[in-house]
């Protein structure tokens, strides 16, 4: 998706509305040191970090430079030049099911300062963000949430769960079969150079993730701030298949416990094949003096119980709704995915923002392509008079577009209707996805 992220101004609603309040909204020069320092003092500030230190700023700098990046601004404050609150957006690629990709629109970094909140600047940064991904073209608008209850008012839904997943080592006895290749130690910086290419086949066949940008794999692999306790404490294990091709690769550490085993703990596991997800696994449930290993961010469905003696070794918890998913052009995002079973399915959206609201006829052939029209003349509406038919919002949308929720859930919490019988049915073998969807980074 190439865009250009600095090509439309500031949504002048967004404008309009903050500067009734006395507020200015502005589309950061990320090129402006001076003025990035303060946003991303800011938007430190809202997460509650410390205060960034200069190599924190450095890294941000580059980072932001691939973002459009917003502030609002209240000239009446002591230290005016320090957004009151901050919003960062990108246009990027989401997994979806069948192996392919979806442009869709990524939102981070939005924070209130809490001398300024609940008076509207969430709102209308959020719904500016709406538009900005409808000019970028993009068909979703994507997010991570530190909180549930934020984002369902402005369309989004949980669509990808992930889970904190600890084996305990004692108990870790392995029965999957021998993987050929091997797992090896390598340097960071060393494996800098092939970490996108991995990175972008494990994202390609995980329905749910979201494309790698450079500085993530720099901060994964600690070289943004290589003298860091974090940074030197992280190890990189690297699986390379029997003719020696690196397929994947894990960053993981010990936690050090005062006289006691640690764990070795891991939010970073990129694997290009089966083969590779279980070597990994394998290698880090398999440490010594350890007491288990930890994975933070894992799928939900991960397939360990089954290479393990004793599934009772897993512990899952911190099961959370991960990824939110907000539709922006349903026929763009409907089409972009494959689905489980053929089919034809009126698809009726209700978008109280209005952006997605339409009716559209979802086609499937038998290799799972869709053709997606919306049914807008009165004749196209009698053409699909009798079809089978679902009637949903468009967190619902949301929700069922990966495969991560089932639309007959839906349809027992009363959140999806159906306008002919078995439509239900239907949707459930079209939109069900052979790969559970998961997300395993923050953005
Ligand atoms: C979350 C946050 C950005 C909200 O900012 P805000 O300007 O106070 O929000 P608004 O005044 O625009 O509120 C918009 C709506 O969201 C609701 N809302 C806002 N924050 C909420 C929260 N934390 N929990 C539940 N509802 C919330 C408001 O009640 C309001 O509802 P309504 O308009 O439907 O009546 C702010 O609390 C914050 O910075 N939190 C800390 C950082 C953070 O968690 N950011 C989210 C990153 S994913």
Known sequence: MSFDLQGFPADSEALATLAARGLAYRLVDTSDAAATSKWVEADFRGFHHSRPRQI????????????????VYDPTIAEPAVPVATVSSWPTGLSVPG????????????????THRRRGIARALMLAELQNARSAGAALAMLTAT?????GRFGYAPAA???????DRRRAHWIGADVPGRVQFVDAAAIREIAPAIARRAVARTPGEIDRWPALLDRVLGLHDPESD????????R????????QGFAVFHVTREPNAPGVAEFDFLAAATDDAERALWRFLVEQDYVSGTRGLLRSVDEPLPWLLDDPR????TDVVDHLWLRVIDPIAAL???????PGRLVVEVDDPVGIAAGRFELVVDDGGRAEVAAIESRDAAASVKGARGIRLGVRELGAIYLGGVRPSVLARAGRIEESAPRSIDLAERMFASTRTPHLSIWF
């Open 147 to 151: 909180e549930a209850t934020i984002y």
């Open 239 to 246: 699986y390379d298949d029997e003719r020696g091709q690196p």
């Open 335 to 341: 089409s972009a995915r494959r689905y489980s079973s």
């Open 313 to 316: 070794a897993i512990t899952v």
């Open 56 to 71: 924190d700023l450095d890294f941000d700098f580059g980072l932001l430079a691939e973002r459009r990046v917003h502030g």
């Open 230 to 237: 974090r940074s030197r404490s992280r190890r990189v294990a």
């Open 99 to 114: 192996g392919r990709s979806v442009d869709a629109w990524a939102v981070s970094s939005v924070t209130v300062s809490p």
């Open 161 to 167: 769960r992930a889970a904190t997943v600890y084996v």
